[in-house]
């Protein structure tokens, strides 16, 4: 592993007093960072946690956003970003359009997809259609990690006969991720219906008192049914993570 020989090199080198104490520690950072003054890649992410540094898109200056996906792109050839506007989008989409692109939701993947892997199955289920973008970038993640999805969206339980039928088209997943605006019922209803693990996502869908995914987010914590994971409102990157982390724990078994 290169990290491995670049790490053993710097501690040989301070152990032969080549180099100082400040340098072995700015050396040993170069190994897994990588940036400019107003950045710091985590460019080994993926090999250690098992999912890649994800950037932030909402806040940042354009000119700093391209500078980021740029310099990714050099050390990884693959770049993930979250939170993207439509005009971000765009400007993404212009600036680096002789690379490979995928979005979905707010999301955007630029570059090549690595060696195919295969991490398992995953579910994923929205409440309703106004869920969906938040769901789509959690797709979009998972797809590009090796993992297959299965979907089933609006299967909310203002019909009550819905979380069933949804639950029909997972009998081969391992993982269900769930998002659910309004009153988030439906993580709950789904867990007492399944041992698979469910993972919870509040979506900013809903209005008057509770609403913008606060009641839903109440809820999801107040769940009846045990077990269920719960993530902040509308964190589908977290919940793409969560996922991960439980089909790579399957798959060491």
């Known amino acids: 592993m290169a990290e491995r020989r670049q790490f053993d090199d710097v501690l040989n080198s301070y152990k032969r007093g080549d180099i100082d104490e400040a340098e072995a520690g700015a050396r040993i950072l170069e190994v897994f960072y990588e940036g400019k ?11 250690r946690v098992g999912f890649p540094e994800v950037v932030y898109a909402e806040g940042k200056r354009m000119g700093d956003l391209i500078d980021i996906v ?30 490979r692109i995928r979005s979905g939701g707010q999301a955007m993947v ?14 994923v289920i929205t409440a309703g259609t106004s869920d969906v973008p938040f769901a789509e970038e959690c797709v979009l993640l998972l797809e590009e990690l090796g993992v297959e ?3 089933s969206y609006d299967s909310g339980v203002a019909g009550i006969h819905r ?46 008192f509770g609403g913008k995914g606060e009641a839903a987010l109440k809820t999801m914590l107040q769940s009846c049914s045990p077990g269920v994971c719960v993530l902040n409102i509308g ?7 969560a996922a991960i982390r439980v089909l790579r724990a399957i798959n060491r078994r």
């Open 37 to 47: 003054e107003h950045f710091l890649l985590d460019i080994e992410r993926e090999k």
């Open 70 to 99: 740029s310099r990714m792109l050099e050390s990884a050839g693959k770049a993930y970003i979250a939170s993207l506007t439509p005009d971000g989008m765009q400007k993404l989409q212009e600036t680096f359009h002789s690379h």
């Open 110 to 123: 630029i570059g090549e997809t690595t060696e195919p892997r295969h991490l398992g199955k995953a579910g």
């Open 149 to 151: 999805v299965a979907r």
């Open 163 to 208: 979380p069933f039928m949804s639950l029909e088209r997972m009998k081969d997943v391992s993982v269900i991720v769930v998002f659910a605006g309004m009153e988030g019922a439906l993580p709950t209803v789904l867990a007492s219906l399944t041992d698979l693990p469910v993972i919870a996502v509040p979506t900013p869908v809903g209005y008057g």
């Open 235 to 241: 964190n589908s990157v977290g919940a793409a993570a």
